[in-house]
């Protein structure tokens, strides 16, 4: 039986999101994409707070740019924003997408921002 893709991912999503949980120590970069723009959150889910967020949406750096550059603009931009709040590891949510294309880019351009996971 064919699953719809929003049923698929919904299923991945909670494989994945058995195991990772974002703590204050090592918080959740959870990762959102649209078919316009592309959203990237640090989460601590313990206590339910957004560390820090980036998008694509209304970043003057990321407009104008095809959607795998703006990701890259959206990591460096969620990396530098974490280190400043003090965070340097994390813990990657791919959200129930696949790892590559817009989501690789992103993790990857964060990663050399500073930030390890």
Known sequence: MAFSKEIRRAKIKRRIRKNITGTSELP???VFRSNKQIYAQIIDDVNGVTLVAASSYKNKEAENLPKIDQAKAVGKELAA??????VEKVVFDRNGYLYHGRVKSLADSARE?????
Request: zero cysteines; glycine letters at 22%; proline letters at 0%.
């Open 113 to 117: 921002g500073g930030l390890k996971f």
């Open 28 to 30: 959740r970069l959870s």
């Open 81 to 86: 924003k974490a280190i400043k709040a003090g």
